[in-house]
C-alpha cells in the first residue's frame, strides 16, 4: 500500500509520495502546479472548484469562495453556508485533501488510499482529531497525524544520518506560526519545546497592507474599501502580490479602485516592515 503525505496548509496545500529512488517527491496538480491554493469555490448547483481557479475568482464572486479554513480546524462554531448545505471546517478542507489526492491518482495512474497529514505542533486534539477526520471524509485511510516541525526534521534527518545536533524549525506559513526545538541523536528526534500561533501567518502581514491601503484610498476619495467585498478581495491579491515584490524591491505600487474611482499607493519596504513589527 502506497501512502502519501499531505501538507494541509492555510493558504497552499501539496501532496508528496516516495519514488522508485526513496526520495520524497511532490505531485503536480492536474494544473501543473506544485502546490494547489486552499480555496474553495462553490457554485449555484453545489458543485466546487478548488485551487487556482478558485482563488482568482474570490474577487468575481466572494460569497461564495471559502479561504483559510485552517484556522478553523476544531472549531465547534465555525460554518459556511452554501444553498440549503452547511459545511464544517473538516468536511471543507476534506475538499482540498480530494483534489491533491484525485490529480495525483490521475498522473500516477494508481489509487492512493492512505496517507499522512501534518499538523502545526501545537495543535489541541480537537484540531488534531479534525484533520484526521477531514482525511477520512476524503476517502483515506489516515495512518498518522504528524507535526510540521517534526516532518521537517525528518527530511533534515534523513539528508544527515550521522547527525547529532539541536535544532530550531520556525515555520510561518500562510495562515499559522510555530517554532519547535528538536533534538537529534542516532536517529532519534525528540521535541524539547514548542510554541506557536494559529492566528498569525502571511494572510496577516497582507492584512496590515489592506488597512494601510484602505485608510489611503479613504482619505482620497471618501470611500471605504471595507464595506465593499469585492474590492477587497481585489485589494487582498494585490496586497499579496506587493508584499512579494517587497522582498526584492524596495517600494511597490499597489492600484486600488472602488465605486469607480482609482488610486496608486506606494509602500515602501522600510514602511511594510514598520506596520509588522
Known amino acids: 500500500m502506497k501512502a502519501v503525505g499531505i501538507d494541509l496548509g492555510t493558504t497552499f496545500s501539496c501532496l508528496a509520495v516516495l519514488n522508485d529512488y526513496g526520495k520524497p517527491e511532490i505531485i503536480p496538480n492536474s494544473e501543473g502546479e506544485r502546490i494547489t491554493p486552499s480555496v474553495i469555490m462553490f457554485d449555484s448547483e453545489n458543485q466546487f472548484t478548488v485551487g487556482t481557479i478558485a482563488k482568482n475568482s474570490a474577487v468575481a464572486d466572494p460569497d461564495n469562495v471559502v479561504e483559510f479554513v485552517k484556522r478553523q480546524m476544531g472549531s465547534a462554531d465555525y460554518v459556511f453556508i452554501h444553498g440549503e448545505k452547511e459545511f464544517r471546517p473538516e468536511a471543507l478542507s476534506a475538499l482540498i485533501i480530494k483534489k491533491l489526492v484525485t490529480d495525483a491518482q490521475t498522473l500516477l495512474g494508481t489509487e492512493l488510499p492512505a496517507a499522512v497529514i501534518t499538523v502545526p505542533a501545537y495543535f489541541d486534539d480537537a484540531r488534531r482529531q479534525a484533520t484526521m477526520d477531514a482525511g477520512k471524509i476524503a476517502g483515506l485511510n489516515v495512518l498518522a497525524i504528524v507535526n510540521e516541525p517534526t516532518a521537517a526534521a525528518l527530511a533534515y534527518g534523513m ?10 524549525v520556525y515555520d510561518l506559513g500562510g495562515g499559522t506560526f510555530d517554532v519547535t526545538i528538536l533534538e537529534i541523536e542516532e536517529g532519534k528526534i525528540r521535541v524539547v519545546a514548542t510554541d506557536g500561533d494559529h492566528m498569525l501567518g502571511g494572510k496577516d502581514f497582507d492584512d496590515r497592507i489592506i488597512m494601510y491601503c484602505a485608510e489611503e484610498f479613504r482619505k482620497a476619495h471618501g470611500i471605504d474599501l ?4 469585492e474590492s477587497l478581495q481585489d ?41 509588522t513589527a
Open 226 to 229: 471595507l464595506d465593499d467585498l
Open 235 to 275: 485589494l487582498r491579491q494585490r496586497a499579496e502580490e506587493a508584499k512579494k515584490a517587497l522582498s526584492i524591491r524596495e517600494s511597490a505600487k499597489i492600484a486600488v479602485s472602488a465605486q469607480g474611482e482609482r488610486h496608486t499607493v506606494e509602500l515602501s519596504r522600510n514602511q511594510f516592515e514598520e506596520m
Open 159 to 168: 539528508s544527515n544520518p550521522d547527525l547529532n545536533q539541536r535544532i530550531m
